[in-house]
């Protein structure tokens, strides 16, 4: 079973830093992407960030592009997404997820994935 851990979340102000970490388990295949989505109250599900297992390709979003970085340990299971000059309008749920023999791409990152963990709160504030 696969399972999704995601930590990291908390409150800080406009410019600051956060990363948050996503622990995976339970992957019986080696071919996955993970990636980060977030959701503020009253707007939709946003896929901001993905990376594949087996090439290491990433996908980003328009609206994180420059500030986000995802990256993954392997060794770890863990997959981490580095942000870098927060601003309030990323306030949100994040939620990390995963699918397998799907690649990272915008088409994915709208639809969602298979598996989902429980969401960190991010709050920045201005």
């Known amino acids: 079973e696969v399972q999704l851990q995601a930590s990291g979340g908390g409150l800080v102000q406009a410019g600051g830093s956060l990363r948050l970490s996503c622990a995976a388990s339970?992957?019986?295949?080696?071919?996955?992407?993970i990636g980060w989505f977030r959701q503020a109250p009253g707007k939709e599900r946003e896929g901001i960030s993905c990376?594949?297992?087996?090439?290491?390709?990433?996908y980003y979003a328009d609206s994180v592009k420059g500030r986000f970085t995802i990256s993954s340990d392997n060794a770890k299971n863990t997959v981490y997404l580095q942000m870098n000059s927060l601003k309030p309008e990323d306030t949100a749920v994040y939620y990390c997820?995963?699918?397998?023999?799907?690649?990272?791409?915008?088409?994915?990152?709208?639809?969602?994935?298979?598996?989902w963990g429980k969401g960190t709160q991010v709050t920045v504030s201005s």
């Open positions: 997820a995963a699918d397998v023999f799907v690649a990272c791409t915008p088409s994915t990152m709208y639809d969602g994935m298979d598996y």
């Open positions: 990376i594949s297992s087996s090439d290491g390709i990433t």
């Open positions: 339970g992957f019986t295949f080696d071919d996955y992407a």
